[in-house]
């Protein structure tokens, strides 16, 4: 969204940067442009960096390495501000919308450019793909992604995570399925406290591991996901033991 004419601080767009936050330097989620790059893949891969991670922003008119306020010029600022935001939607896989506005501090103008997390990752810059296209924000740098990092922005742009993929290859018992809720069942007494606690706690069963997608049906037949073999104990594929899994279930207090 372009706001021609909109100062930082007047109750619209993102919170001003104070003199304080920029003297702090670059971060996670602020990065420094001292006037725009004759090239945008200078600054285009902070931008999906940005949209792959928590958000940020990119201040134009901020010296990077001494934190000086330069400005940009009255002159100039709007068409920057154009090609800013033309750029970025040119350049970017799926479409990343900037908030673009003004804020004056010390009487010179700076261009924010503020990035939202983004919901459809991973964010990528068209030209190069989306295996060398794919960046990430660590400290107050902009990195290429890891392999096994986009496969996890891929998962969790579908709306899906590791623990939930289904083996289509493997199958499982009435067997191994009762020993996974005995022993989960069995797990959550032993976090308890009291024995009023322990005795609240129900069986848990099958039906409870397909609505956590730790067992998934395909044409009548039960599949386990990753997830169900690292409950069971089952060896997973090396090349996948790197990834993050399993993310927080609900606990067993029904």
Do not use: H
Request: hydrophobic share 35%; net charge neutral; proline share 5%.
């Amino acid at each position: 969204m372009l706001r021609k004419g909109n100062v930082l601080g007047t109750g619209n767009g993102c919170d001003d940067m104070t003199i304080k936050e920029i003297l702090a330097g670059e971060s996670k989620n602020v990065e420094f442009k001292v006037a725009l790059p004759e090239k945008s893949i200078k600054y285009m891969k902070t931008v999906v960096a940005f949209a792959n991670g928590q958000g940020g922003r990119i201040i134009f008119g901020v010296q990077d390495d001494t934190c000086k306020i330069v400005g940009i010029p009255n002159e100039i600022v709007f068409k920057t501000m154009d090609a800013i935001t033309n750029a970025i939607s040119d350049s970017c896989e799926p479409t990343i919308v900037p908030d673009i506005s003004l804020q004056e501090i010390e009487g010179k103008t700076l261009i924010v450019v503020e990035i939202v997390p983004g919901m459809q990752r991973p964010y990528y810059i068209k030209s190069s793909g989306i295996q060398q296209g794919t960046f990430m924000r660590i400290g107050g740098t902009t990195r290429s992604i890891e392999p096994y990092m986009l496969r996890e922005l891929i998962l969790d742009g579908s709306g899906r995570s590791f623990d939930s993929i289904p083996l289509e290859d493997q199958s499982v018992s009435e067997e191994e399925i009762k020993q996974v809720c005995s022993n989960m069942t069995e797990y959550a007494k032993s976090r308890c406290k009291t024995e009023e606690e322990r005795s609240s706690i129900r069986p848990l069963t099958k039906n409870q591991l397909q609505s956590w997608e730790l067992l998934v049906e395909r044409n009548g037949k039960i599949l386990p996901t990753y997830g169900f073999n690292l409950l069971a104990g089952k060896p997973i594929p090396s090349a996948l033991t790197c990834v993050q899994c399993l993310r927080e279930r609900p606990v067993l207090f029904l």
